[in-house]
């Protein structure tokens, strides 16, 4: 019986699920499926305006965003949509439908999560 770890992330189209990412860098080599899961992740956060986009979430009061107010990030519509659907299939971010508009959050574990893994390579 192994005493590693797992750290607990989103899967992307499930709020209330809780799955496995992966172990702080230093504590084991990732398996293929965990370094899959997290290199999705960082690969939607590499992009510019996605991650403008979960900062803008991740700030907002309140802990979450309506669309109607992260819009304004440069470029269109549909492609805010289209990066905001990225975030969210990476597990980063979860929604809710509300009337005519979407709210965006980013769960509290998935950032602990990413930041539990990082900062224990830096340490």
């Known amino acids: 019986m192994s005493n590693t770890r797992a750290l607990p992330l989103l899967e992307p ?58 819009s304004d990030v440069g470029v269109s519509q549909p492609t805010v949509s289209h990066h905001l659907k990225k975030l969210k299939e990476a597990g980063l971010l979860s929604s809710e439908r509300r009337g005519t508009w979407v709210y965006y959050r980013v769960e509290p574990s998935v950032v602990a999560a990413m930041g539990q893994m990082l900062g224990s390579a830096m340490s």
């Open 13 to 70: 189209e499930v709020s209330e699920a809780v799955a496995p990412c992966c172990p702080p860098l230093t504590e084991r080599p990732l398996s293929a499926e965990e370094a899959e899961r997290t290199a999705r992740m960082f690969k939607a956060l590499g992009d510019p305006v996605r991650l403008r986009l979960f900062s803008l979430v991740a700030s907002h009061e309140g802990g979450e965003a309506c669309v109607c107010d992260i």
